[in-house]
């Protein structure tokens, strides 16, 4: 990819500085250099290597996917009793972050690792909701909720924000590649199409609430303070892109006011415009390097391969 002018130099070096301020790099552990040649769970062909390489769509999608997280009372009740969110939203961000770049880019040894340690946590969490329903992490029903909102607002995350249009098929192809790490973790029936996510997200709004909890989770989300300059402006136009990627159905169960639907619409143009810019500042990320390690040059994530059938 060409280098910035010398205009946009110092507004791309404080977008890199941000990013990896919020993201530091080398915390994992994951080596995306090796072994050489090995394609990992998708390869440099698949739809997810392009989708999960672009920075504002992956995080504001991350952020919309946790929104619709707290509608399920259930998957709420695993986050609320097991987890450090309260203290440590911005470690569990990381952490996510690292599980899903692992597993999209790193080699299959290591991306099986991976899921077998996320698996072994799940296992570990369980107990009942506030109402006395039991859940487990590792329930199937569950896996797939977590999985189809990720996916969902991933997709949707680079449908709005990248610079490079999704063609035609590119959805059905990522949720078919995508349910892979969900269905190593234990879902079942995971949806493999933009259809099929569809008709899941109709028939599973009987289960979804907002109650008191989803309430709590999202205002330590509106608060959370990231390591970097301007912390409140940057998690404003985050959490508002995110929301800007709710289907209309979520948006209503959240009660979003016409104030904040406003200024999630505001946010999402901004963070459409500013894209080329954080492709520009994150030139060199894992996205890259495992590029490298499979020999095919970089701006091979920039445009589409022909369309190939897609797996049922």
């Given amino acids: 990819m060409a280098s910035a002018s010398p205009l946009l130099q110092p507004l791309t070096a404080r977008i890199r500085a941000w990013v990896l301020g919020a993201f530091p790099r080398g915390q994992s552990g994951i080596d995306y250099a090796h072994p050489p040649g090995d394609p990992g769970l998708f390869g440099p062909n698949s739809a ?46 990381r952490r996510t972050t690292g599980f899903v770049a692992g597993t999209t880019y790193a080699g ?14 799940h296992g570990r969490v369980r ?32 449908r709005r924000y990248s610079p490079t249009p999704l063609p035609e098929g590119a959805a059905d192809r990522y949720f078919d590649e995508s349910r892979r790490v969900a269905e190593a973790l234990g879902a079942r029936d995971v949806p493999d199409s933009a259809a099929a996510v569809d008709a899941y997200f109709q028939q599973i709004q009987a289960e979804l609430r907002f109650d008191a909890r989803s309430r709590e989770v999202l205002a330590v989300l509106g608060t959370i303070r990231l390591p970097v300059p301007a912390a409140g402006l940057s998690r404003g136009l985050f959490l508002g892109a995110g929301a800007a990627l709710l289907p209309e159905w979520a948006a209503g169960l959240l009660r979003r006011t016409p104030a904040q639907r406003m200024q999630a619409g505001a946010s999402a143009r901004v963070l459409r415009a500013s894209s080329p810019l954080f492709r520009r500042a994150l030139s060199d990320g894992i996205a890259q390097r495992a590029c490298a390690r499979v020999g095919v040059p970089v701006d091979a994530l920039h445009c589409w391969p022909a369309a190939s059938r897609v797996r049922r």
């Fill in 127 to 158: 107990g009942t909701t506030a109402d006395g329903q039991p859940y487990a992490a590792d329930d199937p029903g569950l896996l797939t909720w977590v999985h189809v909102t990720e996916a969902f607002g991933f997709l949707q995350g680079y």
């Fill in 48 to 93: 997810t290597w392009r989708i999960h390489a672009e920075f504002p769509g992956m995080l504001a999608g991350g952020l919309c996917a946790l929104m619709l997280q707290t509608l399920h009372p259930r998957a709420l009740a695993g986050v609320w009793d097991h987890s450090s969110f309260r203290d440590d939203l911005v470690g569990r961000l």
């Fill in 108 to 121: 299959q040894a290591e991306a099986q690792r991976l899921i077998a340690h996320v698996a072994a946590i």
